[in-house]
């Protein structure tokens, strides 16, 4: 018998304590202190400190990103405008949900792969000095 696993966001236990609504388009360069919730799209530069990435269902990202502790993909990972792959380091698991779309080269130190998740890119496994 195959168990089915599932994946728990608490924003107050996990202290995600930024967002990017549905509905929100940003570009640009967002550095934020503590876990960061993308349900809109985001293209850019982002760094997540303190906390980890949570990419929902039916959120887009593309660009540079750095994430210091974990991340949780459910969403979309698109190409960078230009065409060129988006870049993710997470500093501690990446968790790539069955809902996961992405043309991204993902660096992490951890991953956790549920069946369905679809990564057009490299995958690598390495700890980023969090300095």
């Known amino acids: ?14 202290n995600i304590v930024n967002r ?6 940003s570009t640009g360069t967002l550095e934020c202190s503590g876990g960061l919730l993308v ?7 982002l760094v997540v400190s ?3 990435l949570v990419l929902m269902q039916g959120g887009v990202i593309s660009g540079d990103f750095d994430c210091k502790q ?6 979309t990972i698109a ?6 792959q988006s870049q993710l380091t997470v500093g501690g698991a990446a968790f790539m949900a069955d809902t996961l779309e992405a ?6 130190g951890v991953f956790k792969t ?16 969090r300095a």
């Open 39 to 45: 349900q809109g799209h985001f293209e850019g530069t």
């Open 70 to 75: 974990d991340a949780y993909l459910f969403g």
């Open 103 to 108: 043309k991204a080269d993902i660096t992490a």
């Open 114 to 129: 549920y069946e369905g998740a679809q990564v057009d890119g490299r995958i690598r496994t390495g700890r980023k000095d």
């Open 1 to 14: 018998m195959k168990s089915e696993e599932t994946i728990v966001i608490d924003p107050v236990g996990m």
């Open 20 to 25: 990017i609504a549905p509905g929100t388009k």
């Open 79 to 84: 190409q960078k405008p230009g065409g060129e």
């Open 50 to 52: 303190d906390g980890p």
